[in-house]
């Protein structure tokens, strides 16, 4: 079974920088991906990024390409979202997904 501890989050003046943290857990970890997610109140989960832990191959959605870095620690099987440029739009709840687990949540502010 996988558990997934998120970290980091806050808030952030426009064009400013945050970085979450998602430790993952489990004897199955480095078989997935870990995927960023995020939500606003009345809207579906949103696809951010994603790291493939096997292979290391990344990938994002346009929102947040060329502002956004996910990288991992294979050691550690933790990932981080490096969250660059930021912008109100950007604010949400941030979710890390692996498998079927999700993380706990960290609310990411923006503020303009």
């Known amino acids: 079974q996988v558990q997934l501890v998120e970290s980091g989050g806050g808030l952030a003046q426009t064009g400013g920088s945050l970085r979450l943290s998602c430790a993952a857990s489990g004897r199955t970890v480095r078989q997935y991906a870990t995927q960023w997610f995020r939500q606003t109140p009345g809207n579906e989960r949103e696809f951010v990024a994603g790291i493939m832990w096997s292979t290391g191959f990344t990938w994002y959605s346009k929102a947040v390409q060329d502002r956004f870095i996910i990288s991992g620690d294979n050691a550690k099987t933790t990932a981080y979202l490096q969250m660059n440029a930021l912008q109100p739009a950007d604010t949400a709840v941030y979710y890390c997904?692996?498998?079927?687990?999700w993380g706990q949540g960290t609310q990411v502010t923006v503020s303009s």
């Open positions: 997904n692996l498998a079927n687990s």
